[in-house]
């Protein structure tokens, strides 16, 4: 099917006409009426003779289309590329919007990026071009947004090379952030292969008002399900306060799903799911969803009885719902608004904001521009001005230009706001401070958001930054004080005059009232024939390197491995491979493997953030640097981590860097699922500890075995002998979630070796 700037109403069709029986089929496979996400998901089987055990068995799904971002996409084509095939298999785009980096405004940014990333935006443009895929050009906007306004439909399916893929259950869609090598199946014919998930419900009573908004919603979430409570889970939202939420702001919500882990997030169809839908030009998607709606969400019986439903139910009023904001560090360390002064003071955190960000894919809708560009219409009239340094990051060249077109922009620029590139920027550490005036890498400093991530090093690259997650009102209120000890509900700021300022209530507009202007175009559709389109990866490239496949499993144990790091604490895909500076190499594994385990925080003493033990020569070392000699010593090696390994990003470089090095086994108290996915399709044996009381007893120096690799089954635990520097020898057990398709995986070196010897 041709790939054009939207989803083409032929795909909504088809996918509608199959789901009313398919859903008589589910309720009848499963004895029961189903939730939203059970529908959508049944719709997309693969085969209808499939186990559908929450939590435990896996499943094939043919998801309607692909979604990348150009930092990760370019490891996924290359990947693609190997396979053989002349085109792909399903509707894919390629979205540049993660290697612009942000310092001085937009326009200076984006001239900027396009020579540095000259190659590599050539590269995807022409592969997208030769396989047949739409190519989105810089500038054109978040990933998100641009599937948001384009591609998403309620009751559809996709999946992309970003966590924060969910972002379209905004508009009822399941979308799933995965790795690289998952879209590759998907690209190729194949089908995704995912384990059938848990359900989680959270039951919107009551409206929002005020300065609530709907990111309080998610960040309330946070706080209730923290940073791992929804992995394994799709996490449903229904109620008469769902019903009550714009469509941006069901999308706002779903996207921070990523920060609990959950494999998605999704609403069901309703009245403003329609009205973006037509807001957005595709009247016809709406039309056409109308006529299925009942189909649309969850059956009534769900709704009446969620506790025999969903796994979970959460349960929030957003009637007595009030501003949170979220951090440092962490996405679920919430609080309301109004406490976090005295939290900060008994922390000794800087009370002093140093930076305050407006928009991401997270919240730059229309109806969050308006609200906060409310607060500094009043503040300038008010004679208030901005008292940190503002920037301002719109989610789409769509969304840019209307909020223009609309004098929004220029009512942030009365306070002095930069307004940056349609791009990720600083959500994404690619934002350089160094010319910053006040700001000295390395000394605490505050920054308030309403972003999504803040992991140490997320937003700038420097661990002495504190980013505090909030609504984007609220950040313009916070930008105004310039402190983060201000209460925008209770407390008055003082104006150049001396007099007292209360700002009112945040005043949004849901959608544009002359419609959205859709600014330049940048999309760029492929050639009818693109075979004989050559793509070019230069020998002596730095950015781009063609893949040699992963050798397969030789069928031997693994005998007396060295340990390259046991990580404490957070062990997120920041640490094991940090972006920022890193981004440019997405597509050089070597170069990239330069970062490998850099943020790593060692668990024993005496060692620096990345840095350990090389067990071949007793120095001291980065981790890329051990990593590298002993993959030239043919040596293999095992990585153990903490809790919830692998959080944050979706970035396969986690799972493709330490395979390209030589690590064998990764061995957690718990993995994230896209990074527990991302290593077994790579070849990689991720294990977790049965005990995880076992991780303590692991030493700097011990060797560990892995044994009965013959034998690895689904269900079956596999037992690792741990040997100490004095001989002795001593065993725990450790739990793993393969498949019987996933330990083919395992044995073929990877999944692509699977699909390659296949086609």
Not at 130 to 154: C, D, N, R, T
């Amino acid at each position: 099917m041709p790939v054009a700037a939207s989803t083409p109403i032929e795909l909504i069709a088809n996918v509608y006409a199959n789901l009313a029986d398919s859903t008589v089929m589910g309720r009848e496979k499963l004895g029961r009426s189903l939730t939203l996400a059970e529908k959508v998901l049944i719709n997309h089987l693969a085969s209808e003779d499939q186990q559908l055990d929450r939590g435990a068995s896996y499943v094939d799904l043919h998801p309607d289309r692909v979604a990348m971002q150009d930092a990760t996409a370019q490891m996924a084509w290359l990947q693609f590329m190997t396979a053989g095939l002349p085109e792909v298999a399903v509707p894919t785009t390629t979205h540049c919007d993660h290697l612009i980096q942000a310092r001085d405004d937009g326009k200076t940014d984006l001239l900027t990026a396009s020579e540095n990333n000259e190659e590599v935006y050539d590269f995807l443009q022409s592969v997208c071009a030769k396989y047949g895929a739409g190519f989105w050009m810089p500038g054109s906007g978040i990933i998100h947004q641009v599937v948001l306004e384009q591609y998403a439909f309620p009751g559809g399916m996709m999946i992309g090379t970003d966590s924060h893929t969910p972002n379209a259950g905004g508009l009822g869609m399941i979308a799933v952030g995965v790795g690289g090598a998952d879209a590759v199946d998907v690209m190729t014919g194949f089908a995704w292969n995912v384990r059938w998930p848990k359900a989680i419900g959270v039951h919107l009573t009551g409206e929002l008002s005020g300065w609530t908004a709907p990111k309080d919603i998610i960040l309330k979430v946070a706080e209730i399900l923290t940073v791992k409570g929804g992995t394994g889970a799709i996490v449903e939202y229904f109620g008469p306060g769902a019903e009550s939420l714009s469509c941006t702001g069901k999308a706002t919500i779903c996207n921070m799903g990523a920060e609990i882990g959950a494999t998605t997030s999704l609403f069901g169809y309703d009245e403003a799911m329609s009205r973006y839908l037509k807001s957005t030009g595709r009247e016809d998607v709406a039309d056409l969803a109308n006529e299925v709606a009942e189909h649309l969400r969850a059956d009534d019986e769900v709704i009446e009885n969620p506790a025999a439903y969903y796994d979970e139910v959460i349960e929030i009023d957003l009637s007595t719902l009030s501003p949170h904001i979220n951090g440092p560090h962490t996405p679920d360390l919430a609080r309301e608004v109004g406490a976090l002064g005295e939290e900060a003071k008994a922390n000794g955190w800087p009370s002093t904001i140093s930076a305050a960000l407006i928009g991401s894919c997270t919240n730059s809708s229309y109806e969050d521009i308006t609200r906060a560009a409310s607060i500094a219409r009043e503040a300038a009239a008010n004679g208030l001005t901005a008292k940190s340094k503002l920037l301002i990051t719109p989610g789409s060249e769509q969304v840019r230009a209307t909020i223009e077109r609309d004098g929004l922009l220029a009512d942030f620029e009365a306070l002095g706001a930069t307004v940056l590139a349609n791009a990720c920027g600083p959500c994404i550490g690619q934002w350089d401070r160094t010319a910053e005036e006040g700001h000295t890498t390395g000394e605490a400093n505050v920054i308030v958001t309403s972003y999504n991530r803040n992991f140490p090093k997320r937003n700038d690259g420097d661990p002495a930054t504190l980013a505090f997650v909030t609504s984007p009102e609220t950040v313009m209120a916070l930008a105004l004080a310039g402190t983060i000890d201000f209460d925008p509900l209770t407390h008055t700021l003082t104006n150049d005059e001396g007099d007292e300022v209360a700002l009112s209530v945040p005043v949004g507009i849901e959608l544009p009232p002359q419609g959205f202007d859709s600014g330049q175009n940048t999309f760029v559709a492929p050639p009818a024939q693109g075979s004989d389109i050559e793509v070019k990866v230069a020998p002596t490239s730095d950015r781009l390197q063609l893949l040699e496949p992963f050798e397969a499993w030789d069928g031997n144990d693994y005998e007396a491995l060295p340990i390259l790091v046991k990580a404490q604490g957070k062990f997120t895909t920041d640490h094991i491979s940090m972006a920022g500076p890193w981004l440019k190499y997405r597509g050089h594994l070597e170069n990239i493997s330069g970062n490998l385990y850099l943020g790593a925080v060692n668990a024993f003493d005496g060692y620096e953030v990345g840095h350990g033990k090389n067990q071949l020569t007793g120095a001291t070392q980065t981790f890329p640097e051990i990593a590298r000699e002993y993959h030239e010593a043919n040596q293999g090696w095992v990585v153990v981590g903490d809790e919830n390994m692998g959080e944050g990003s979706s970035r396969e470089h986690a799972a493709m860097e330490p395979r390209f090095r030589g690590g064998l086994v990764a061995i957690a108290r718990s993995f994230a699922r896209i990074h527990e996915t991302n290593l077994k399709k790579q070849g990689m044996l991720p294990l977790t500890f049965a005990d995880p009381g076992d991780y303590e007893q692991i030493g700097e120096d011990d060797r560990i075995a892995v044994r009965s690799l013959a034998q690895l089954s689904p269900g079956q635990q596999v037992q690792v002998e741990v040997t100490t520097p004095e001989g002795r020898t001593w065993s725990f057990s450790t739990n793993h979630t393969f498949s019987a398709q996933q330990v083919n995986w395992f044995r073929a070196g990877s999944a692509l070796n699977i699909i390659k010897a296949s086609i």
